[in-house]
Nanobody
């Protein structure tokens, strides 16, 4: 079965940077779209960025110009480079994936355990 494991979270000051990683296993990584979401206390899970099988990225407006999603198919890993971090970015960040061969169902099918990102003012 598909498994996702996030890493790279931590605590930084406003204006700092972090790079999150998500390790994929249990399938053929190149067939899967990948996404990053966040969830802050008391709030719903929110889309941040996604990347399809061919490397095309998509971003939430609030992270455009600050965050970059990328994938390394040789390492079965997706990354989220987060620059110019703001206190409001503080949340648990989750990696998610969906088989790109299944085009008739929206959303993501598998989720990681999350990694905490804390940005102090």
């Amino acid at each position: 079965q598909v498994q996702l494991v996030e890493s790279g979270g931590g605590s930084v000051q406003a204006g700092g940077s972090l790079r999150l990683s998500c390790a994929f296993s249990g399938g053929t990584f190149a067939n899967y779209a990948m996404g990053w979401f966040r969830q802050a206390p008391g709030k719903e899970r929110e889309f941040r960025a996604a990347i399809n099988w061919s490397g095309r990225p998509n971003y939430a407006d609030s992270v455009k110009g600050r965050f970059t999603i990328s994938r390394d198919n040789a390492k079965n890993t997706v990354y989220l480079q987060m620059n110019s971090l703001k206190p409001e970015d503080t949340a648990v960040y989750y990696c998610a994936t969906k088989d790109s061969r299944v085009a008739d169902r929206p959303g993501f099918d598998f989720w990681g355990q999350g990694t905490q990102v804390t940005v102090s003012s």
